[in-house]
């Protein structure tokens, strides 16, 4: 089933899921949205804390101008509006990890408007998917529930972190697509540099707002399900939320607005609290922060520090460089292996083709890589010695039985292969008297493979390639085995 036909099956016929998500992702800083205060991860608790975000009397918010220039690249990265004048707002809430009685966001006013982001949910698919602002507003604190058996303790060194919110409008219709849109947002984010996207360390989450109708009619009432931290927890909440849902609605009940929390552990959502709506946080323009105007030169300087995106990337690798669609999606993924890869072109220069670097990646380096579970940017192997490697199969040195023996001492050494070829005599032989003398060995040891295969069966031509090659311990050159053999063979 494509993710376009993607239909709930109930009792009374077919429901469609309505989707959107508003994804928290921690921006890139050292220090906090309004306070000089660090943001390591890690950090013990309360080590991270100005009298700002503890809410001392009389301390002052102010801006952090990175956290704003992060903000403003990520929404030039999803092409979206920058609005040169916004304004920060006060929703008020009480809650224990919140120790100002409210949090300082954009309501009103957001620092990005409009944009879209195309995912691809399955192979061949595209769809554009809306992007309705992208607002700056403070993290709260954490509540510690497992360091005594009566009490909870409160660790504010998150208060204050920066935070951007990404609202999609809802425009997914199945968990797959909404799996390739927080994959995709977090390869943009982490390509531009304004997230890590460590979505197991809380540095970005997703609210997942889910609701079912027929297909055709108005939209229903949502659900919207917090702090979801990862692809496959979202996948699987739309999934039981939606199922759940159509229960409700085919038993005769009615869906509740209410904000929800996903179990990973049964798989299953929960009911938290009521929804609530803006005027319950009674939202008013900070009085202690001045509006926001971006003048024109700060907007040159965003745009200009912008790198070569994911799909900008994925379309040169394709279009100019000649990898194939398949292997320029996978090498642009992720901007570790997009870097990787860069740095093995530039060392290959025009000793290698592109498209036989990324065959290598994707299946030597790759499979190695998943055999001894690192990640590419801690491989063992560089991108210098890989096109070193690479350079010797095309000028001839190694053949590509060779190469990847090579490679696999490299694995274990970190050594670099023309030492290895030549410390070990690796080198591949094109000498036609050596290749020669073996060939008539073994059409000599299989006398009658030999009559077949001049009775007809042709099939026998690779069992012989095979026995020479191995005879001479994989050092021949293929092609000059392949032609000699031809040759004595008639």
Same mark, same amino acid.
């Given at each position: $089933?494509?993710?376009?036909?993607?239909?709930?099956?109930?009792?009374?016929?077919?429901?469609?899921?309505?989707?959107?998500?508003?994804?928290?992702?921690?921006?890139?800083?050292?220090?906090?949205?309004?306070?000089?205060?660090? /943001?390591?991860?890690? =950090?013990?608790?309360?080590?991270?804390?100005?009298?700002?975000?503890?809410?001392?009397?009389?301390?002052?918010?102010?801006?952090?101008?990175?956290?704003?220039?992060?903000?403003?690249?990520?929404?030039?990265?999803?092409?979206?509006?920058?609005?040169?004048?916004?304004?920060?707002?006060?929703?008020?809430?009480?809650?224990?990890?919140?120790?100002?009685?409210?949090?300082?966001?954009?309501?009103?006013?957001?620092?990005?408007?409009?944009?879209?982001?195309?995912?691809?949910?399955?192979?061949?698919?595209?769809?554009?998917?809306?992007?309705?602002?992208? #607002?700056?507003?403070?993290?709260?604190?954490?509540?510690?529930?497992?360091?005594?058996?009566?009490?909870?303790?409160?660790?504010?060194?998150?208060?204050?972190?920066?935070?951007?919110?990404?609202?999609?409008?809802?425009?997914?219709?199945?968990?797959?697509?909404?799996?390739?849109?927080?994959?995709?947002?977090?390869?943009?984010?982490?390509?531009?540099?304004?997230?890590?996207?460590?979505?197991?360390?809380?540095? $970005?989450?997703?609210?997942?707002?889910?609701?079912?109708?027929?297909?055709?009619?108005?939209?229903?009432?949502?659900?919207?399900?917090?702090?979801?931290?990862?692809?496959?927890?979202?996948? =699987?909440?739309?999934?039981?939320?939606?199922?759940?849902?159509?229960?409700?609605?085919?038993?005769?009940?009615?869906?509740?607005?209410?904000?929800?929390?996903?179990?990973?552990?049964?798989?299953? /959502?929960?009911?938290?609290?009521?929804?609530?709506?803006? #005027?319950?946080?009674?939202?008013?323009?900070?009085?202690?922060?001045?509006?926001?105007?971006?003048?024109?030169?700060?907007?040159?300087?965003?745009?200009?520090?912008?790198?070569?995106?994911?799909?900008?990337?994925?379309?040169?690798?394709?279009?100019?460089?000649?990898?194939?669609?398949?292997?320029?999606?996978?090498? /642009?993924?992720?901007?570790?292996?997009?870097?990787?890869?860069?740095?093995?072109?530039?060392?290959?220069?025009?000793?290698?083709?592109?498209?036989?670097?990324?065959?290598?990646?994707?299946?030597?380096?790759?499979?190695?890589?998943?055999?001894?579970?690192?990640?590419?940017?801690?491989?063992?192997?560089?991108?210098?010695?890989?096109?070193?490697?690479?350079?010797?199969?095309?000028?001839?040195?190694?053949?590509?039985?060779?190469?990847?023996?090579?490679?696999?001492?490299?694995?274990?050494?970190?050594?670099?292969?023309?030492?290895?070829?030549?410390?070990?005599? $690796?080198?591949?032989?094109?000498?036609?008297?050596?290749?020669?003398?073996?060939?008539?060995?073994?059409?000599?040891?299989?006398?009658?493979?030999?009559?077949?295969?001049?009775?007809?069966?042709?099939?026998?031509?690779?069992?012989?390639?095979?026995?020479?090659?191995?005879?001479?311990?994989?050092?021949?050159?293929?092609?000059?085995?392949?032609?000699?053999?031809?040759?004595?063979?008639?």
């Amino acid at each position: $089933m494509t993710t376009s036909s993607y239909r709930i099956q109930g009792a009374t016929g077919e429901w469609e899921v309505v989707i959107g998500l508003e994804v928290h992702a921690q921006i890139t800083s050292n220090a906090k949205l309004f306070s000089g205060a660090a /943001t390591a991860f890690g =950090a013990e608790p309360n080590t991270q804390v100005s009298l700002v975000d503890a809410a001392m009397p009389g301390m002052l918010p102010v801006p952090n101008r990175e956290c704003i220039r992060q903000a403003v690249r990520t929404g030039m990265a999803i092409e979206a509006e920058i609005n040169r004048w916004s304004r920060f707002d006060r929703k008020n809430y009480f809650y224990a990890d919140l120790p100002q009685g409210y949090q300082i966001s954009q309501l009103y006013h957001p620092l990005v408007g409009e944009g879209s982001i195309a995912i691809e949910p399955a192979e061949g698919e595209e769809k554009i998917v809306g992007i309705e602002r992208i #607002h700056v507003e403070q993290d709260a604190g954490k509540l510690m529930h497992d360091q005594h058996p009566t009490r909870s303790y409160v660790d504010l060194n998150r208060s204050g972190v920066a935070l951007m919110e990404i609202v999609s409008r809802p425009d997914m219709r199945s968990p797959a697509e909404a799996g390739a849109y927080v994959r995709k947002l977090r390869s943009i984010l982490r390509y531009v540099g304004s997230c890590d996207g460590n979505m197991e360390e809380g540095s $970005m989450r997703a609210d997942v707002n889910v609701s079912v109708r027929r297909p055709g009619e108005e939209f229903g009432t949502r659900t919207e399900t917090k702090n979801v931290n990862s692809v496959r927890f979202v996948m =699987a909440a739309i999934e039981y939320e939606a199922r759940r849902q159509v229960d409700v609605l085919e038993s005769g009940g009615r869906i509740v607005q209410e904000t929800r929390l996903f179990d990973p552990d049964r798989g299953e /959502t929960r009911s938290m609290r009521s929804k609530e709506d803006a #005027h319950d946080y009674r939202y008013f323009p900070d009085p202690d922060l001045l509006p926001l105007e971006l003048d024109e030169a700060f907007i040159a300087e965003c745009r200009a520090s912008l790198p070569e995106l994911p799909d900008a990337k994925r379309a040169r690798y394709r279009d100019v460089l000649g990898v194939t669609a398949y292997n320029a999606a996978v090498l /642009t993924a992720e901007v570790e292996t997009a870097r990787w890869f860069e740095r093995l072109l530039a060392a290959c220069g025009d000793r290698v083709t592109a498209k036989a670097a990324s065959n290598w990646v994707i299946s030597d380096l790759f499979g190695a890589l998943h055999r001894v579970g690192k990640d590419i940017d801690a491989s063992p192997v560089s991108p210098e010695q890989g096109a070193e490697l690479l350079a010797l199969v095309a000028d001839g040195t190694l053949s590509g039985t060779l190469a990847k023996q090579v490679f696999e001492i490299m694995l274990e050494t970190g050594g670099d292969p023309a030492k290895i070829v030549a410390e070990r005599g $690796m080198k591949q032989t094109s000498d036609t008297g050596a290749i020669d003398a073996v060939i008539a060995d073994v059409l000599a040891a299989n006398a009658d493979k030999v009559a077949q295969y001049k009775d007809g069966k042709e099939a026998l031509f690779g069992f012989f390639v095979g026995q020479t090659m191995k005879a001479m311990a994989g050092k021949a050159n293929p092609q000059v085995v392949n032609a000699q053999l031809k040759k004595a063979l008639g």
